[in-house]
């Protein structure tokens, strides 16, 4: 049985900055890809960072240079690291894995396992 729970997500004024961790249980975090989405009502779902089991990460261009992922193989949990965090950045965010490969953003559905997700909101 796998679970991920995402904590950490909060509310906090433009300019600021949240860590977001997810916890796996039952899949190894370092085997392969780990990621964070986020989402917001009446939205596409949005990659916002994966990290692959080399440690290479990627990031779209709306959160490179502010959001940095992260992980701790030993603890079996991802982090994201926000700064600079923008109205836009308000969403819902979701932790994800999926086997080793390509990690990539942009097809959300080959990412197999999701977390329940944690809420962050920007306000100006």
């Known amino acids: 049985q796998v679970q991920l729970v995402e904590s950490g997500g909060g509310s906090v004024q433009a300019g600021g900055s949240l860590t977001l961790s997810c916890v796996s249980s039952g899949y190894p975090i370092g085997a392969g890809c780990a990621g964070w989405f986020r989402q917001e009502p009446g939205k596409e779902r949005e990659g916002v960072a994966s990290?692959?089991?080399?440690?290479?990460?990627t990031y779209p261009v709306t959160t490179q240079g502010r959001f940095t992922i992260s992980r701790d193989s030993a603890k079996n949990t991802v982090y994201l690291h926000t700064n600079s965090l923008e109205p836009e950045d308000t969403a819902m965010y979701y932790c994800?894995?999926?086997?080793?490969?390509?990690?990539?953003?942009?097809?959300?559905?080959?990412?197999?396992?999701w977390g329940q997700g944690t809420r962050v909101t920007v306000s100006s």
């Open positions: 994800a894995v999926k086997g080793a490969g390509d990690c990539t953003l942009t097809s959300d559905y080959l990412w197999i396992y």
């Open positions: 990290i692959d089991r080399d440690g290479t990460t």
